[in-house]
């Protein structure tokens, strides 16, 4: 028995002086000069990219929306840059400082300010944010991970959580930059006079639905429902997650060209040219989408606004509603007031305007009937809330499209989709 005691203290101590070798060998280096080689690991890998980084970051306040940067660091902490937001920012480089830093985790920083920085401006009236805190995205990110072959590199947002990915450039992608491409001609998809816009690749036709305030793109037909956040580059588009479909994959368009006069946008699709024209109906309606627009509000017990008025033949706000003084917005409150009618008013210093009854039917399309006003309407204001009225009576009435999942919907005449109002729940 003692024989078996003394063994059993000789293994132990035996297996604790092991552990004890393992540990001196696991922690050898102090915190601080691990921390500084994953930092030198980092800035490695970031200032030997021969061409740079393609980047793409996604805001906290909007996370599903990407915007696209191009980056390439040198070993003087100084980085020149393109970013999306803008014609100007997709041509004109920008060079500033950076800093990579243990920060608990390891940290890249852009420390002046730059195109990055134009995504969490405090100022509202420089991105279309939050006052105080714009759209909530980072210019100060933890070095998350980094792939086996060191070609992508996942970050995150110090303050706001905002998510961010890095990965290497080609060449040509690089060179398309310093040359100043720059193809905006995508931009122009909200320049069809009529709403619905098909794609027709040689192999698929589709509808196509472009949301560029929240960059996102729709691709549907019988057979396949995609949706993706979409950013602009030198040469044209790209989505961020595949398109796949009959066979091919469909990453973005490049050489964008749009024709007025023929209302016609073509593209490139896999080096072959493709084609996005215009029609009146789309291939499939969203049968509930009106149902949906309707009892989001309802249930939020909140309203739909839209400060760009009423589209009508290729002309925003046709009817000037920001030639009333004090106007902020049309919006859309259903059932107000728990009263049966929905408020259809003008927002200005005070509010106004019909009171409708909508009904929705099992084949999508959407009827208004007129039943009166709220509160007085102004004598300067009675011609333009009589329009009001003629267009949303229309008796072949309205599709509704959801543009987004920020709550956004297109509301699209029947009769030739050359009348929309674009809804945002306020």
Sequence with gaps: MRTNLYLYIFLTALCFAACKKEDDNVFKQSPDERINKVLSTYSAALTSAEYGWKGIV????ISTVPFSFY???????????????DSSTLSVMQESSYRLKALQQPCLLFDTYNYIHILCDPDAGINGGYYGGGLLSDFEFILDSMSSDGDTIKLIGRLHGSKAVLVKAT????????DRKRNWDFNYFSRFLTYFKKLHTGKGDYDIYINQQFKSVKIVN?????????????????????????????NGFDDVSWSEDNQLMTLKVNGRVVTINS??????????????????AINAADYYYSDAGIHVDGQDDYYDFKSISGFEYLLYYPNFQSSGYDFN???????????????????????????GTWYTIPDYSSTTISNIITRFTESTGYYF?????????DMVNVKDARTWISWQLF
């Design 401 to 409: 499209v959801q543009t987004s999942d920020y709550n956004t919907y």
């Design 345 to 371: 008013g003008i927002m200005e210093n005070s509010y106004y305007g019909p009171a409708f009854k909508a009904k929705f039917s099992t084949s999508g399309i959407a009827t208004f009937t007129y039943g």
């Design 171 to 178: 060449s040509k992608e690089a060179q398309d930059y310093y």
């Design 71 to 85: 980056f390439k660091f040198d070993t003087a902490n100084r980085v020149q840059m393109y970013a999306d937001w």
């Design 58 to 61: 996604y805001p906290s306040a």
């Design 279 to 296: 029609d009146k109906k789309p291939y499939i309606v969203d049968s509930t989408a009106g149902s949906r627009w309707y009892n989001t």
């Design 222 to 250: 019988a057979n396949v429902k995609f949706s993706a956040g979409y950013y602009l580059t030198p040469t044209g588009v790209s989505f961020d997650k595949p398109f796949t479909d009959a066979g091919e994959t469909i």
